[in-house]
């Protein structure tokens, strides 16, 4: 059984338009009304008016004063009330005695009688105007004094029906009706031109519809542990979401201080603001912060016209470290296999000079071997106490070996077990000194004297760890660069290049450290120094100030 499909409510924008078209008419409508009501007030106030200048006008006439003194005042008076009444545009003008006795009037027949309505204030010398119903019907008079010498000899009555005064107000309503529904007819165009592309904009839902949806993408902005940023068409952060905050470094920010802000003035580094200021797409580009590697991804949002920048972070700081890993361990491989075709070599000859003969020969070849791989060893061993600082050397002595560089640890070295700043794991260890033996031996390679030179030591206050080259060196206008992600001169890899110095960098920083870098002088050999030094907490201090 199929079920009855309900109606879908009206979107937001038809509602709006419903509203508006209502509101639009009511509004019309009261003020047509009241443009009515005014216009009849002000139609009869004006006839009043009228009525009062035409009666005074009348009753201060001379020919009117000369017209009462004769025996027979009608004769003279109605052809001139009937002219003056036509000229003046009113409906009558009736001259009366003082008592009320008329002398004109429009018909006739009402000549000789008693004038309807009040004179009683005119007899008394005063001019008013009244609303009253007389032989013509309903009309508004004005009534006036004729004074001769000092004495009131007759009075004069001028008046518009009130039907006159209605029609002329009936033609200004229809007047104002027109201009009313011109009004209203394009109201309605401009409220449903409005409404239309309101409807565009909220793709036809109702208020329910967004609602809902705003709730689902609250939510949603919320739950999303990766970075979300979303900026305007002029670069200003328009929305944020929990992640974006703390993998930028403005958690501690409400959002009433970001949003608004312009990317360049969140204090991010200078790739990183240059990344999310630029209008081409990015995709995949790693970017550091003072604490984390982020992976960067915009889109433009573009509809006829930039709209703005839609971005997306995602932390792959314990991805990084855990690659320059397993980059160090397939260092290690390689070496192990270097290592072991040549152990190989060596003992093919050890077997062969034994099959000749010549045991004597073939133990002092092996001999000599073991002596000075065990050499190499102790010399490590001994100036390093610390073992994964031990095994990250021996191992990158190997490396460097494989590629025709020699890296030796300097007499000045000491580090024992333990010495290393509190808080320092083993992995930020690999990503400070691995990178910055990596970085040497890359420069090393080739020159005269392919050497690099490792030395550790550690004082009460600091430790220090430093390496040299025989390399090309850095240039002075670069020194301040060669930190930055993305800067090298060297070939870029399959990986890209310039991520290993601003990785040390970013170690150290987090760990309140410096790092610096010089030109290596003294043997003529030239090449570059690189020198870290970690402060020593006080935990870690504490056997070289002595215990209780």
């Known amino acids: 059984m199929r079920r009855p499909s309900l109606p879908r409510p009206r979107s937001l924008a038809g509602q709006l338009f419903a509203v508006q078209a209502v509101l639009m008419a009511v509004v019309v409508a009261g003020y047509a009304l009241f443009t009515y009501v005014s216009d009849q007030r002000q139609a009869e106030d004006a006839a009043a008016r009228h009525a009062t200048a ?18 027979d005042p009608t004769k003279a008076l109605q052809p001139y009330a009937l002219r ?6 009113v409906d009558f003008v009736t001259i009366m005695s003082p008592s009320g006795i008329r002398w004109t009037h429009p018909d006739e027949e009402q000549i000789g009688r008693h004038f309807l309505g009040r004179i009683a204030p005119a007899r008394e010398g005063r001019t008013f105007t009244e609303t009253y119903t007389g032989t013509l019907g309903p009309s508004v008079r004005a009534v006036t004094p004729v004074a001769d010498g000092g004495r009131i000899v007759g009075l004069v009555s001028a008046g518009i029906k009130v039907e006159a005064i209605s029609a002329r107000v009936r033609g200004q309503v229809a007047a104002l009706l027109g201009v ?9 165009v401009g409220t449903y031109v409005i409404n239309a592309r309101l409807r565009r904009h909220t793709h036809g839902m109702n208020a329910e519809e967004l609602s809902r949806m705003h709730d689902y993408h609250q939510a949603a902005l919320h739950a999303v542990r990766e970075g979300l940023l979303m900026l305007d068409g002029q670069y200003r952060v328009a929305l944020i979401n929990d992640g974006g905050r703390e993998l930028l470094g403005v958690g ?3 959002d009433a201080e970001v949003i608004g802000r312009s990317v360049a003035d969140l204090g991010l580094p200078a790739p990183l603001t240059g990344a999310l200021l630029s209008s081409e797409p990015r995709v995949d580009e790693v970017h550091l912060t003072a604490s984390r590697v982020l992976v960067v991804n915009t889109s433009p949002v573009s509809g006829g016209e930039r709209r703005g920048t839609v971005v997306t972070l995602r932390d792959v700081t314990e991805l990084q470290s855990l690659m320059g890993e397993l980059d160090s361990e397939r260092g290690f ?7 072991a075709h040549e152990a190989a070599n060596r003992l093919h000859t050890v077997v062969s000079l034994i099959e000749l003969g010549r045991a ?13 791989a065990q050499a190499l060893t102790d010399q490590v061993v001994a100036a390093v106490g610390e073992p994964v600082l031990a095994a990250l050397l021996l191992g990158k002595t190997a490396q460097a070996n494989e590629r025709g560089v020699e890296l030796v640890v300097s007499p000045d070295s000491r580090l024992d077990d333990g010495l290393l700043p509190r808080g320092m794991s083993a992995r930020d260890l690999v990503t400070v000194l691995g990178n910055l033996i990596d970085n040497a031996v890359d420069a090393a390679q080739g020159s005269a004297r392919a050497r690099v030179t490792v030395t550790a030591y550690a004082s009460a206050r600091e ?11 850095v240039r002075p206008d670069h020194a301040g660069l060669v930190f930055r992600r993305g800067f090298t001169t060297k070939p870029a890899g399959p990986g890209g290049r310039g991520l290993g110095l601003a990785l040390v960098r970013q170690a150290v920083a987090r760990h309140e450290g410096t790092l610096t870098v010089a030109d290596r002088g003294g043997d003529g050999d030239g090449g570059a120094v690189f020198e870290v030094r970690l402060p020593v907490r006080a935990a870690a201090a504490a056997p070289e100030g002595g215990g209780t």
């Open 180 to 188: 009313a529904g011109g009004t209203l007819l394009l109201g309605a």
């Open 54 to 71: 035409v009666a005074r006008s009348v009753a201060d006439s001379p020919s009117v004063r000369s017209a009462i003194r004769t025996p």
């Open 84 to 89: 003056v009444a036509r000229d003046a545009n």
């Open 463 to 473: 430790v220090v760890l430093r390496v040299s080259d025989t390399g090309p060196g």
């Open 252 to 254: 501690g920010a409400c």
């Open 360 to 372: 004597e020969e073939a133990v002092a070849f092996a001999t000599a071997e073991l002596e000075l």
């Open 333 to 339: 491989t390689e070496a192990l296999r270097a290592q």
